[in-house]
């Protein structure tokens, strides 16, 4: 009886890691591949774990962005009064950033195909990686910042730009052509 279990147990452990080893790894090096390979559409489920990554990058910038906007508030990190308002504003504008990126993600999840918002998107991760790389310049900040800052950068130029945004801006400018120009009826004029 004791052998039947330690077989059963064996055979379940062996399934479980086979799974794990088909499942498939949508990491950031996986969609940077895609970028420096021949370039191949993004298939739906590439495009949707696109934007879950995404998702997870503005959600870990919310936090850090937290964390840097509570310390300056408390004085934890040490700066001085007019380089601090100069940061709280910019940080500021990340919050606003970082609210329209995750909306964005939000939409494009909805409707893939929406241009608009992929470019919004790509503008949110852009100015969050401008303004986080700077944060990294400063040594005040660079302990909390950290790897984010290239990651965005990453994230932002060439995955989601070259495997997202390029291909949907290719399709829509391909379907919508000039519009059709409408002939005017000539006018019939009556004799009296």
């Known amino acids: 009886m004791e ?17 794990f080893a088909f499942a498939e790894d949508y990491s950031l090096q996986h969609f940077l591949t895609r970028v420096t390979s021949k370039p191949v559409a993004l298939s739906k489920k590439e495009k949707v774990e696109l934007l879950n990554q995404i998702e997870r990058l503005l959600e870990k910038a919310l936090q850090v962005h937290g964390k840097v906007t509570r310390d300056i508030q408390t004085g934890e990190i040490d700066i001085r009064y007019q380089e601090g308002d100069f940061w709280i504003s910019k940080l500021k504008e990340d919050r606003k950033s970082i609210e329209a990126g995750m909306e964005q993600v939000k939409l494009l999840k ?27 310049n400063m040594p005040s900040f660079s302990a909390f910042v950290g790897d984010l800052a290239p990651e965005l950068e990453l994230w932002a130029d060439p995955v989601f730009y070259q495997l997202y945004l390029l291909p949907l801006a290719r399709l829509k400018d391909v379907e919508k052509g000039p519009p059709p120009k409408e002939k005017k009826p000539t006018p019939t004029v009556k004799k009296p």
């Open 110 to 136: 909805e409707k893939p195909g929406h241009l608009v918002g992929s470019v919004r998107l790509y503008k949110s991760l852009k100015d969050l990686s401008v303004n986080f790389n700077a944060y990294n």
């Open 3 to 19: 052998y039947r279990k330690l077989i059963v147990a064996g055979f379940l452990i062996f399934l479980g890691l086979i799974s």
